[in-house]
T-cell receptor, first 115, second 113 residues
């Protein structure tokens, strides 16, 4: 079975531009979460979507937005990019069940560099 | 203010010996804890988890211990293998509904052959 997939793997953008990152969850998983990992830190929660509805949002500015599609894939959008947005963006999916939503399985990430 | 702390940035262990990675948390609402392993250029890989109703969970060479009164958990790897060399993240979640993971900064484990 395919794991979580993300595209693109690497991306270089200029300050002020907009970026869209994509994620496909593991088959059967209905929840997708997005995390940002900067060098030397652990992943930091940005958004969680479950059954196409936003279920949680981390402490990120409104320049960050996301959505989940009927096939449970997801997009993360970042507007007006800043140098500080340079990071590894991780998507994680999880499945229903008693503890299923808590055990999140991560994709390889998209490395975003803002110059 | 860090809610999940991994105070050892790095750890070196001889192959075949035990590796012990530690994690402390401050938020009493956390009731589910996970360990992830991360290799360079890859996403974190789920290793093992533990619910707050337990104090120990084992999976092969990996055992997680939870001490709720001390707000402390540890991951034991026995025996350690060179392929275990990676960054290990401790993560926690709590409450119903919204279940984002809160991560520590990670501990880099080096297993020396």
């Amino acid at each position: 079975d395919a794991g979580v997939t993300q595209s693109p793997t690497h991306l270089i953008k200029t300050r002020g531009q907009h970026v869209t990152l994509r994620c496909s969850p593991i088959s059967g998983h209905k929840s997708v979460s997005w995390y940002q990992q900067v060098l030397g830190q652990g992943p930091q929660f940005i958004f969680q979507y479950y059954e196409k509805e936003e279920r949680g949002r981390g402490n990120f500015p409104d320049r960050f937005s996301a959505r989940q599609f009927p096939n449970y894939s997801s997009e993360l959008n970042v507007n007006a990019l800043l140098l500080g947005d340079s990071a590894l963006y991780l998507c994680a999916s999880s499945h229903p069940g008693l503890e299923g939503l808590r055990e999140q399985y991560f994709g390889p990430g998209t490395r975003l560099t803002v110059t | 203010d860090q809610q999940v702390k991994q105070n050892s940035p790095s750890l070196s262990v001889q192959e075949g010996r035990i590796s012990i990675l530690n994690c402390d948390y401050t938020n009493s609402m956390f009731d589910y804890f996970l360990w992830y392993k991360k290799y360079p250029a890859e996403g974190p890989t789920f290793l093992i988890s533990i619910s707050s109703i337990k104090d120990k969970n084992e999976d092969g060479r990996f055992t997680v211990f939870l001490n709720k009164s001390a707000k402390h958990l540890s991951l034991h790897i026995v025996p350690s293998q060179p392929g275990d060399s990676a960054v290990y993240f401790c993560a926690a979640s709590g409450g119903s509904g919204n279940t984002p993971l809160v991560f520590g900064k990670g501990t880099r484990l080096s297993v020396i052959a």
